[in-house]
């Protein structure tokens, strides 16, 4: 993370801690290493799984070191504007993830969706106040080595069908929107 800033000091404001970015870099990196590197089905892999922990707290603790930005990622649940019991639920967790973010001294984050907006915004205000960021929150108490950003083995969770199917489902939706043009599609897994 520091090499990054560092190389892109005149070009970069900061980083993100997304989830399923640093998700697929394990996978890619790390595939043929054996069962110490298997994750478990990908909806029991939450921020606070501790490698994701490790991961998202060196992150604040390294972008505010060099004065830059850490945003957090992206809220992973979507509301539904037409089942209020999703609504509720994705808002609570919405809620729950804003909240570990802002108490961790991120400067801000991002929402896939816009009615996500004012929660993300309600919780990071509370924090905040009236201060733009909390890059003054250095996080000299965040002491995370190589071993615990790659603690795989400590994430909860287990590999079931149902995730095998539900993993290669959300694969073929995918890949069915990006060619027909959309370039995306919602999972509901």
Not at 46 to 56: E, G, H, L, N, V
Not at 71 to 94: C, Q, T, Y
Not at 119 to 146: H, I, S, W, Y
Request: proline share 4%; aromatic share 8%.
């Amino acid at each position: 993370m520091e090499e990054i800033l560092y190389e892109l000091r005149d070009h970069s404001a900061g980083l993100n801690a997304g989830r399923w970015d640093y998700l697929f870099s394990v996978i890619k990196k790390f595939r043929d290493r054996g069962t110490d590197f298997v994750l478990p089905e990908r909806n029991a892999i939450t921020m606070t799984a501790p490698f994701m922990r490790a991961y998202t707290e060196l992150l604040v603790r390294s972008c505010h070191k060099r004065g830059a930005h850490a945003i957090g990622g992206m809220a992973a649940f979507i509301p539904s504007r037409r089942d209020e019991e999703v609504n509720k639920v994705a808002l609570e967790k919405v809620r729950g993830d804003k909240t570990r973010e802002s108490g961790d001294g991120f400067d801000g984050s991002w929402v896939a969706h816009p009615d996500l907006v004012p929660v993300c915004r309600e919780v990071f205000d509370g924090v905040l106040g009236d201060k733009p960021n909390q890059r003054e929150r250095l996080r000299e108490d965040v002491n995370v080595t190589a071993a615990d950003l790659l603690d795989i083995k400590a994430t909860p969770g287990d590999i079931t069908e149902a995730g095998l199917r539900g993993n290669v489902d959300v694969a073929l939706r995918y890949l069915a929107t990006w060619l027909d043009g959309a370039g995306a599609s919602r999972s509901t897994t």
